[in-house]
Structure formats: structure tokens, C-alpha cells
């Protein structure tokens, strides 16, 4: 695959955008949003809570004058785990929310506790009722504490987001959040909040400091590019010896992958409009630990797998962000890829693990031995998540003979016009509807 590319706009702060819009009854304006099937669940949720949404292009224009529901719809939330931030404009603007739980990719349990907990310490009561799977959450009207600490017991990147977007409207009340996450797609938010007059601060790494205030107006705001799209590409180009510049990655940190693909033996170049990944000598094997920021993402495993299987030598991988994210590995086997799941030996499991062991199951593995380089060949194989699909097209893209893959429609959660973009490259792709 040779030639120029453009990232598209991050999933992850589009869709948070998304969620900030409503805490505004004025209009605003989201430039640079990926067209994605989940950002399309989000409109529709919007709408359904009495929300105004026009798409032009890449540009979208949001206006939630007044909810007419505190109710979340389960067959929405079921399709995506952030739809369970509308919380947070649900709470500050009608002072009740009901969700269920979220959902999203098989990717591992998403512990929602976190983000009640702190919830609880704002003020808000919070009921589960099992019967229906929904939580209810309500605003006591006698509560008066104005200066709160909260402590995520863990980091939480969706936790921090939705906690940051209820406190900012406590008006009166300064919110400290302690071992908060620290992605740089949170600061994004927290800029977007601000712009809308806001008054957030990250005082250190982990500790976001919120003064609570009346009102949000409405802004223009224009979505960063996507940290997980670029590294995608770049491992679409390394694993078919191409050479693509990956253009628009401007004030991106890709430092935690780039320092790992060079030491692989990977071709990574600066420029002017972008950056330059490219094939450039035999790679070699290179251990990875995922971790949250600034580590090495959870996003990136997979791709980073299907490098490692052309790579000499043996490389592990090692998950702690999730319990359960290897389900790409057995249909990479079925290509010809020499990976063995196992569990490595952690001392410190509660320290080591972003999850909650009480999570975890005896037959989930937690990492993964790659050997290469291996030749890869053609299977038939399906897809179990977003970056799962990921990393199996870049496995067809770099296999010989024809890959067929299922379950596609996992890949249009995160990436737009995937296969006609990776077409512009070189890439002998197409999508069949049965």
C-alpha cells in the first residue's frame, strides 16, 4: 500500500461533543466529525430525547432546546457504551436520568460503578433495579456540600468524561476528581467544555479540578484527529512493505507506538503535513504491555499482533486494561499465525489490572506469544469488535490469496468508508452484501 491519506476526526472526543451539546439548550456546531455508524446512534439518541441534529458534509449542528424524556431507550444503549453519558446532561438540566447499561463492543465487562459512585458523592441517588436493568438516578434536592474530592478507585476514561460534564453545571460547588484518566481525548473535551464557559482545570496528571457554574452556552468546535485510525494505517502500511504518508496528525501523541515501531524496525518519518510510515528493513520482534495513558492503548493490541506475526523473533503482548480482548487471536490462527494465548505471572494483580478482578474468568488469558515471521494465508474469519475487524482486514490486506470477513458492520462503528479509503492505498478490497 503506497500513497497519502487523510485521518479523519477522533470517535472518541466526536462522540463525547456529542454528549456536551446537550448540556446547552443554545446551538452548536461540531466540525470534523467522523461519519461512523456509532456517531449515528448517537443523532438518533439525541433525537429521541428531543434533540435537533442537521449533518452538512463532516459538520454537525446540534440543538437541545428541552428534553422531553429522562429515559434512555434500551434497543439504542444496547449498540454503544457512551450512550450512558446522557446521563450527565439528563442530571444537570432535568435533574433525573434513567439508562440502562451500556453496551458496545465484546471487548470485556465495563464497570460502571465508578462512574455511580462519584455520582452518589455529587449528590445524586442512584438505584439499580434488576428486574429491568436500568439505573435511576435522581438529584436530592437537600443536598449542600459545596466542595467535593472524588477518587476513582481506577482509571476510567468514560468515568472521568461523564463526572467532568455533571460537576461543571453544580453551580457553587468546586468538584476535585483525584486518579482521574489522563488521555489527551479528555483534555480535548475539557477544551470543548471550557469554550462553552465552563471552568475546569487539570491541576496535575490525574487531578481535574471543577468550579461548577449556572449555565453552558453553545460553541464551534472542531474534532482532533484520531490516535487509533492513524496507528492503523501505519501498521496497514509496515505489514504490506507500503509506504504511506498519514496526513492532518498534527499535535498528536503517538509517542508510546512510535518508540516501539521504531525499535521493531519500522520506518516512521515527521513531515511538514503529516507523518510518513513505511517498510523499511526486516522487523524484529518487540514486547508491548498495554496500558492507560500515556501507555501503550488497548486499541492498539490487535494491530500491533498482526505486525508482530512478520516480525523475527518472539513477542508478547500483554493486556491490563481489559479482561478479555483476545478474540481476534484465533481467527489470525486460521491464517497461519503462530500466537499462543497464555497468563503471565502478575504479583500484584489489583495494581498491575485497570479491570476489576472480579471480572475476570478463569478462561479469559491475559496475554498472548507471537512467532515470525510467518507467511499468512487466506481463511474465512469473523470479526468480534472494532479493532478486532481492524486488525483482521490488515491481516487480509497482508496475506496470501483471498480473506473473506464477517461482521463487518463492527468495523463502521469506528472507521469511515474503511475499505474505499484503504482502496485509495493499493488495497484489492471490497465489501459484498449478502
Known sequence: MTGSI????????????????????????????????????????????GGEVKISG???????????????????????????????????????????????????????????????????????????????IRKSPDFKNKEIVYRFEKSTHTGTETLIMVAALQKETKITLENAAAEPEIDELINLLNQMGAKILRTEERTIVI??????????????????????????????????????????????????LEVAGGGVENQADGVRFFYKKELISEDVETSIYPGFMTDWQGPWALLMTQAKGEATIHETVYENRFGYVSELKKMGADIT??????????????????????????????KGPTKLHNAVVEVSDLRAGATLVLAGLSAVGETVIFGIEHLDRGYENFEQRLKSLGADIKRIKE
Do not use: W
Open 58 to 136: 463532516h459538520e454537525a449542528k446540534v440543538h437541545m432546546r428541552k428534553f422531553k424524556k429522562e429515559k434512555i431507550l434500551l434497543e439504542e444503549a444496547a449498540k454503544i457504551r457512551t450512550s450512558a453519558m446522557f446521563l450527565a446532561p439528563l442530571l444537570v438540566r432535568m435533574g433525573k436520568a434513567t439508562i440502562p447499561n451500556p453496551g458496545g463492543c465484546r471487548i470485556g465487562a465495563r464497570p460502571i460503578e465508578r462512574t455511580m459512585q462519584g455520582l452518589e458523592k455529587m449528590g445524586y441517588s442512584v438505584t439499580y433495579e434488576t428486574k429491568d436493568g436500568f439505573f435511576y
Open 341 to 370: 494465548l497464555f497468563n503471565p505471572e502478575v504479583k500484584n494483580p489489583e495494581e498491575v489490572y485497570n479491570f476489576n478482578l472480579s471480572d475476570n474468568n478463569s478462561s479469559y488469558s491475559h496475554a498472548i506469544r507471537i
Open 6 to 49: 487523510s485521518v479523519s476526526g477522533a470517535k472518541n472526543v466526536a462522540l463525547k461533543a456529542m454528549v456536551a451539546a446537550c448540556l446547552t439548550d443554545q446551538e452548536m456546531i461540531i466540525k470534523n466529525v467522523p461519519l461512523i455508524s456509532d456517531f449515528r446512534v448517537m443523532i438518533e439518541i439525541i433525537k429521541e430525547l
Open 211 to 260: 468550579q461548577g457554574v449556572e449555565k453552558l452556552s453553545g460553541t464551534e468546535f472542531t474534532i482532533g484527529p484520531d490516535r487509533n485510525e492513524i496507528v492503523t494505517l501505519a501498521i496497514a502500511a509496515i505489514t504490506t512493505k507500503g509506504d504511506v504518508l498519514v496526513k492532518g496528525t498534527q499535535n498528536v501523541d503517538l509517542s508510546a507506538f512510535v518508540q516501539r
